[in-house]
């Protein structure tokens, strides 16, 4: 297939992206934020607006829709699934640049920052490519409008073309996967689909079937705070006591130290004052028995400090997010592998690593609908660095349309 038989995706993923949806940690709402909850109601009326079946909202403001089958056999229904919001960095005024025909080598000025193959070697590998880039000033949001743009468009491909037989098709767009609870409680029954994917994964060819397992920790610590020229004996510092329990942890478990299925310990908020301060961590890990040691060491080391104290002046509250759904995937490979047949069919080399992460999937599986991960086309997702391939983008709609083809040779 070619770039020319999805007109309408680029213009839609550069409509997308300009809306701030970015989700809200903070929040006790679902969805977390007002901007999600309107970005997804118009785009429940985009796809009543192409023509897909029974549009809803669900309560928890996913909004599904159906491609009835055009077959009479009867194949397994497959569901293709892409999250709304945007990480937590800058998402007001995003402002996509074009780069075309990029060469492989110069830097990308994006105002007062620079996107340089030098820091970011995987530029090399898109000479030739079209790029949208951000301006410098905001993260871009293919993590993951990319994903919600080729979803789209493939469902748009199939209502033109009849002619392209498939089984039934459905589709699910929702809110807050970037902070964790988005899928908390997917309705997989009111779903519909036999097993699904994500289209959230990054370069050409990712296909993910392993995950993380997942856990957050906060901490809060009461100091005691006097003038430090009478401090001796007296004061107990809360930052100090932050930094020793940092210190504590394992050196090299690290996610600037760790690759492949190396889990670590990262810590994302630490301030305060000497009375009192926050640190807040996420744990992951691949195997689930150590991932259950390092939250055991985590209680370890405060109930450590806490004893040395000698009052509990360390809270810790801590709590899995998601697990490995390769726990769950592995006794059953027919998504996975049939996600890997049409990228084969495509000449797109599949890359299956575990990703150093988490997707809706993870939880959506141990739901009880098998959904492994597909490439969406993200590069540096997350920041101002952000950006992604047109051609890859295509190439990520020509894998789904393959998909539901080859599930309808079944």
Known sequence: MSEELYPNLVDRFIRYVKVNTRSNEESTTVPSDPKEVAFLADLAEELKGLGLENVRTMAD??????????????????????????????????????VENYDGESDIKLNDYTLSPADFPSLKKYKGHTLITTDGTTLLGADDKSGVAEIISAA?????????????????????????IGADNFHVKEFGADFAYTVDGGPLGELEWETFSAAAANIKIQGRNVHPGSAKDTMVNALQVAMDLHAALPAGDRPELTEGRQGFFHILKLNGTPEEAEMSYIIRDHDRII??????????????????????????????QYYNMGEVLKDDMTSVDLAEAAMKALDIE?????????????????????TPNLFAGGENMHGR??????????????TILKIVELNAAK
Do not use: C
């Open 61 to 98: 403001g996913y909004v599904f829709a159906e491609l009835a089958s055009n077959i009479d056999a009867d194949v397994p229904a497959v569901g293709f699934i892409s999250h709304v919001d945007t990480a937590d960095f800058n998402a007001e005024g995003v402002n996509p640049q074009f």
């Open 350 to 370: 599949p890359v299956i690593e575990p990703v150093r992460g988490g997707t809706d999937g993870s939880k959506i599986t141990f739901l009880g609908l098998p």
């Open 291 to 320: 991932f259950e040691e390092r939250k055991q060491a985590l209680r370890d080391i405060v109930e450590k400090m806490n004893g040395e104290l000698g009052v509990e002046r360390i809270k810790l509250d801590m709590y899995d």
């Open 156 to 180: 748009e491909y199939l209502i033109a073309h009849p002619e392209v037989k498939h089984g039934k098709v459905v589709f699910g767009f929702g809110p807050d996967e970037e902070i964790g």
């Open 385 to 398: 660095f952000e950006y992604v391939s047109t051609k890859v983008m295509h190439q990520a709609v020509d």
